[in-house]
């Protein structure tokens, strides 16, 4: 039997915070406080915090503390054989692809446990627990032997074939850069345009359907779409006096948002989302059903016409996504030919 060890490596954006015990130290914690031992299943997890930059040292308020922004990995299981020194590199890749995928999940979820005891338990800000994944040194570990002797160290995935950009491209208005669009970059790096509060929650609705984070998704999407159309309707004088009027004779101050995307937007510009779009109209009613749910009871779930309940997921998100998106633009279109 011999012991086989994959070693992993993340890159933290942004670091963690570790507590200096002795001040102006490169290396904050000892040896053994830096590192964690575990068991899961047939494997031992050496986990050990890695590179403590100069540049994230300080505190405001309160114990220095400085940043650590990698994270190192050993997953060490027991196997019958390993490859001799003589192997010819095809049988020592072999042997490490068979074997690869039980080595990562391990680590992939090691990794996604730590990052988020620092998110939401020690409450350090930003550090996301799934896109450190798809790092090249999570994708490509080094195998070793007990004696230390290299099995294999080569690069066998690219990172750049899985990033949330591509997983979700060309969904909810993902594009890519091309020649056709080098006017607009150029004329962007020259003017500083202002970005809408709309665009920004839709943006952030996005990065959560991207990252696969179903339930927070739902939230920023919903809110996306009630503050584009409130804003729409509000900001300007001659919608807002229109809208108010209406809501005032039904005694609606507080009208849903499916009501200014039908009721109320045919009483004021003559058209019905509804009427005009009933595929986007259902999906954004459908939306706001799984709101509730998430909201309510923390389950992404909602009931269809017929009453049947479904779950939502990241498909679902994506066709919700350009559901809003086309609400939005409707109201725009509607308003400006009325």
Known sequence: MHRVTAAFRAELVPGILCRETVPNVYLPMKDEERRLELKM?????MIELTRFDERGHGRIGGAMARESTGICLLVTGTEQQVPSDEAEEADRRDYVVRRRQEYSIVAERILARLVRYFRFTLGNPLIQPYTHGLQAGMLNPVWTDE???RIWDRVMTHAGLLTPSL???PKCRVRAYEEGDRVSLLLALTVESPISFRDELLAEARDAIALGHVRRGVLELAIACEVGVKHFYFEPATNADSAYSYLEDKGRINARVLEFLDAIA???????????KPVSYREVDFLFRCRNKVAHRGVATFRDDRGIELTANVDRLSEWWAAVSDALDWLEDVARSA
């Open 266 to 276: 045919l009483r004021t510009f003559g058209r019905s989302l509804r009427i005009d």
């Open 147 to 149: 004696s230390g002797r």
């Open 41 to 45: 299943g047939r494997f031992d997890v």
């Open 167 to 169: 997983h979700l491209y």
